[in-house]
């Protein structure tokens, strides 16, 4: 009969594995993004009049907590798809996220922002993809897109080297932009949800 610990000591053993290759990749992949990208991102959130986010499934998760931290920036934000959320004009910004930049959803609104003047910033694997030639600026990620293509490879399932992504570049991004415009945290706490 197996020892209990055995056991034990051969799960933490594999879920430590697992975890450390999941944050071996995600550094990876980070650090593989564009700077320039990134510094024409912040610049393009911080200048534009509001801030729309839109994406499907896991994708659009990551954008609402990222919604969320650029609220407690103090930037006017909306998801589109909320019931509150009004329509998007000249001297907006909409961020996008699609891994393969033809999620139909997501491309159907940069394609609508694109017509009325909006500048969009897509979040994708796929810069020459529709969405990525619709897009004013583009963050590339490497990662595979959710059909495990592009080119690149994940030792996670489907789309979610990209959502993961997604999430830490946007919080990076937040980051960058929080200390560029020198806001304490208790300043930023004001704005958190007080409703809850």
């Known amino acids: 009969m197996q020892d209990p610990k055995d056991t034990e000591t ?7 594995a697992s975890f450390s290759a999941i944050l071996d990749e995600l550094k990876r992949t980070l650090l593989a993004v564009s700077e320039a990208q990134v510094r024409a991102a912040v610049q393009r959130l911080l200048s534009a009049r509001r801030v729309f986010f ?6 659009r ?10 609220t407690h ?3 006017t934000v909306y998801v589109a798809g909320e019931v509150v959320t009004p329509a998007i004009e000249r001297g907006d910004l909409l961020v996008v996220a699609s891994g393969s930049g033809t999620t139909a959803g997501p491309v ?24 990525g030639t619709l897009a004013s600026a583009i963050l590339t ?9 592009r080119g690149a490879t994940s030792i996670q399932y489907g789309g979610t080297l990209f959502e993961q992504t997604v999430l830490l570049l946007m919080d990076t991004l ?16 004001k704005r958190h949800a007080n409703l809850e």
């Open 10 to 16: 051969n799960e933490a053993s594999s879920f430590s």
């Open 174 to 189: 937040f980051q960058e932009m929080w200390h560029r415009r020198g806001q304490s945290g208790e300043e930023l706490w």
């Open 108 to 131: 159907r609104a940069a394609r609508v922002a694109k017509e009325l003047g909006a500048e969009i910033l897509a979040l994708t694997t796929a810069p020459t993809s529709e969405l």
């Open 141 to 149: 990620i490497p990662a595979a897109d959710k059909y495990g293509d």
């Open 61 to 70: 998760l990551a954008l609402e907590m990222a919604a969320m931290r650029m």
């Open 73 to 75: 920036l103090g930037l």
């Open 54 to 59: 839109v994406g499907a499934g896991r994708s």
